[in-house]
């Protein structure tokens, strides 16, 4: 029995097979029963902003729940990513109806890993489960692991070393750049963790979109699961995070009569639900720091029968526009217009490239010599990640002024003209200039 008061409780809550995950209750100080948040998390280090945000969400009068998943914090079991949290998920909902302090009204909450946790149950809610706030996540594995057919380091390898379990052999700074100069690469682990992560082994030499692994078990049922979802969702996704293209496919598959009664987001914003880079986006916050408002009046007309307080209708989109600092709303999903295609034209002289609407006449070659070991790295954009690790050397995300060419390497500079011209030397790689 726990009691109220406003205070942090600690308990262990079986599963089927009788492993016990490790779960944080957080009571309103009056009243109860109350309607319950529920959220999972893999990341024993964050759990003190948890517990700041579980008190939070108490004094808006919800019994906030926060489970550490298997494997992690202070849950007993092993922790393979992904694997048991369908079963783990659902289990602990199950505990959670039973409770005296819960009135039956339950919402799931979560950004990134834990939001693709909620999708992982989303077919088998309970009855009890109003709805879903899923944020910055998505369920299209392959799509968010590959990019053009290429292993996202700066996003999964980052993430698995973060996240293995182990202790490097050797604690170092420059843990990421050790990790990509292994190889062969499938060493990785065992060089840096003197032991295999088998499921990391599985993301990066499972190259291929077609093969059993992404279309077969857990994964082929994770890419449906949003077709199978009755509640409503309050979606959010920001235009510089890696998992926008997939929360993107998870909108468009929710079920129509779902998707009318659902919410989707889509800011400036980074992995870290905030806004990044060297641009500035007045009226990013609309919806609060990290979009809590938006959550809160959410889950008050889901779970608290009270008026929806929102600038968004359900059935919209909000995207924000960048550089004009201002939201637009879409019925039910955007659409374009047209579209426009570019052609690279060599031109005669090598150091003026042009873009033209038209397609050469004839066919040209621009070549750079490209060394493995002395790479130019990427700066800016969506598909980046080390940031989140402190490194000091790590790129920053979002739209960042490049940093002028050094020698040795080609750099093209688009001109409103949209003509490219060519900087530097054509002696290493080739990078964008803003």
Not at 89 to 109: A, C, F, H, M, V
Not at 206 to 219: K, L
Not at 266 to 271: D, F, K, L, M, N
Request: charged residues 20%; contains cysteine.
């Amino acid at each position: 029995m726990l009691a109220k008061g406003g205070d942090e409780h600690h308990v262990y809550v079986p599963m089927r097979d009788g492993v016990r995950l490790s779960t944080y209750v957080e009571l309103p100080k009056d009243g109860g029963p109350w309607p319950v948040i529920f959220s999972r998390s893999p990341y024993p280090g964050a759990l003190p902003v948890w517990l700041k945000r579980a008190a939070f969400w108490a004094e808006q009068g919800y019994a906030f729940i926060l489970q550490e998943c298997r494997g992690t914090g202070r849950s007993e079991g092993e922790w393979v990513p992904f694997v048991h949290e369908m079963h783990d998920g659902l289990d602990s909902l199950e505990w959670i109806i039973r409770q005296k302090w819960s009135n039956g009204r339950i919402g799931t909450y979560g950004s990134s890993y834990h939001g693709t946790l909620q999708w992982c149950m989303a077919e088998h809610l309970p009855p009890e489960v109003r709805t879903m706030y899923i944020a910055f996540a998505g369920i299209e594995r392959y799509r968010q692991t590959y990019m053009n057919g290429m292993f996202r380091h700066d996003i999964y390898t980052v993430w698995a070393l973060g996240n293995s379990g182990c202790k490097p052999l050797q604690p170092s700074e420059a843990l990421y750049r050790e990790a990509l100069s292994v190889r062969p690469h499938i060493e990785m682990d065992r060089r840096l963790f003197g032991e295999s992560l088998p499921w990391y082994r599985e993301w990066v030499t499972e190259v291929d979109p077609e093969s059993p692994y992404w279309n077969s078990g857990f994964w082929a049922y994770l890419k449906e699961t949003p077709r199978k979802t009755k509640v409503p969702v309050l979606m959010v996704a920001g235009w510089f995070d890696h998992n926008l293209e997939a929360s993107v496919l998870s909108y468009n598959k929710l079920p129509e009569d779902v998707r009318k009664r659902s919410l989707f987001l889509i800011g400036p914003w980074v992995h870290t639900q905030d806004v990044a880079g060297d641009l500035d986006y007045p009226d990013h916050d609309v919806w609060g720091p990290q979009q809590t408002n938006a959550a809160l009046m959410w889950f008050d007309h889901h779970l608290k029968g009270k008026p929806l307080a929102m600038a968004g209708a359900p059935g919209t989109v909000q995207t924000y526009f960048i550089r004009e600092g201002r939201w637009r709303s879409w019925d039910g999903w955007i659409r374009g217009t047209g579209s426009i295609c570019y052609y690279l034209s060599a031109g005669q002289d090598a150091a003026e490239q042009t873009l033209t609407h038209d397609k050469p006449a004839q066919s040209r070659k621009i070549s750079f010599v490209y060394d493995p070991a002395h790479p130019v790295p990427t700066l800016g954009g969506a598909a980046i990640m080390a940031y989140l690790t402190g490194a000091p050397d790590a790129s920053r995300p979002a739209s960042v002024i490049q940093e002028k060419p050094g020698e040795g390497t080609m750099c093209f500079r688009l001109f409103p003209t949209n003509s490219l011209k060519r900087c530097g030397l054509p002696a290493g790689s080739v990078r964008t200039c803003m």
